[in-house]
T-cell receptor, first 113, second 115 residues
Framework: EAQVTQNPRYLITVTGKKLTVTCSQN?????MSWYRQDPGLGLRQIYY???????DKGDVPEGYKVSRKEKRNFPLILESPSPNQTSLYFC????????????FGPGTRLTVL | AQKVTQAQTEISVVEKEDVTLDCVYE???????LFWYKQPPSGELVFLIR??????QNEISGRYSWNFQKSTSSFNFTITASQVVDSAVYFC????????????FGKGTSLLVTP
C-alpha cells in the first residue's frame, strides 16, 4: 500500500529535550516536506526536500532541522524544543512534477511542556 | 506571492442540506494548480481534487462538485445533500509552476453537519 508513515504519532516532552520525528514514504517520491498545523493558522511549511541531500527552508523553519540522506526518509529534528513548537505535524511527499498532489502522513501530535 | 483565502471559518448545516465552501486565491503564475483536502475528526489529510489553471471545466464526483472560475479567482466546493460523515475541516490549496512545489493552504473551513 502506498503510504507516508510518521513516528511517533503522539509525543509529550519537556523543553530542551532533543527529539526526532521520523517520516518515510514508499512511493519513490523525490519531493518531501514537513508542515505544522495550528488552530487559526492552517498548515504552514517548515522544510522541504526536492531530492536526496537537497533541503530548503519553508515558511516557518526556525527551531527545526531536517536531513535527507535517503530518498524514502525525511526526519524532522527539534534540537531544543520549546512550548511554541507544540503543534500537529504532517509529513508529505509527492511525485516529480508541480501538478502532482501531495500525500500526507497521519500526523504527529507534539506537546512540549 | 501566492495566497489562498477561505473566508468561512465555520459552517453548520443540517443533514441533507447543500453547502458551498468558498475558496479565493491569488497568484502571479500563469500556470497553477488548485487542490482541496479534507481533514476529518481523526486528523488525517485526505486529497479530494486537483484542478489545473488551464482547465476551467467543472467537476462532479458523487455528491461533491467543484466550480473553478478564473475570472473571479475562485475554486468553490459544493456538497450536495450533506451527511454527518461530511463533518470535517476542508482546506483549499494552491501551487504555482513558478513557485516550485510549495503548497499554499488556506486556513480551512470547519463544516459541521448535524442530524
Amino acid at each position: 500500500e502506498a503510504q507516508v508513515t510518521q513516528n511517533p504519532r503522539y509525543l509529550i516532552t519537556v523543553t530542551g529535550k532533543k527529539l526526532t520525528v521520523t517520516c518515510s514514504q514508499n512511493m519513490n517520491h523525490e519531493y518531501m516536506s514537513w508542515y505544522r498545523q495550528d488552530p487559526g493558522l492552517g498548515l504552514r511549511q517548515i522544510y522541504y526536500s526536492m531530492n536526496v541531500e537537497v533541503t530548503d527552508k519553508g515558511d516557518v523553519p526556525e527551531g527545526y532541522k531536517v536531513s535527507r540522506k535517503e530518498k524514502r526518509n525525511f526526519p524532522l529534528i527539534l534540537e531544543s524544543p520549546s512550548p511554541n513548537q507544540t503543534s500537529l505535524y504532517f509529513c508529505a511527499s509527492k511525485g516529480g512534477e508541480v501538478r502532482h498532489e501531495q500525500f500526507f502522513g497521519p500526523g504527529t501530535r507534539l506537546t512540549v511542556l | 506571492a501566492q495566497k489562498v483565502t477561505q473566508a468561512q471559518t465555520e459552517i453548520s448545516v443540517v443533514e441533507k442540506e447543500d453547502v458551498t465552501l468558498d475558496c479565493v486565491y491569488e497568484t502571479r503564475d500563469t500556470t497553477y494548480y488548485l487542490f482541496w483536502y479534507k481533514q476529518p475528526p481523526s486528523g488525517e489529510l485526505v486529497f479530494l481534487i486537483r484542478r489545473n489553471s488551464f482547465d476551467e471545466q467543472n467537476e462532479i464526483s458523487g455528491r461533491y462538485s467543484w466550480n473553478f472560475q478564473k475570472s473571479t479567482s475562485s475554486f468553490n466546493f459544493t456538497i450536495t445533500a450533506s451527511q454527518v460523515v461530511d463533518s470535517a475541516v476542508y482546506f483549499c490549496a494552491l501551487s504555482g509552476l513558478n513557485s516550485g512545489y510549495a503548497l499554499n493552504f488556506g486556513k480551512g473551513t470547519s463544516l459541521l453537519v448535524t442530524p
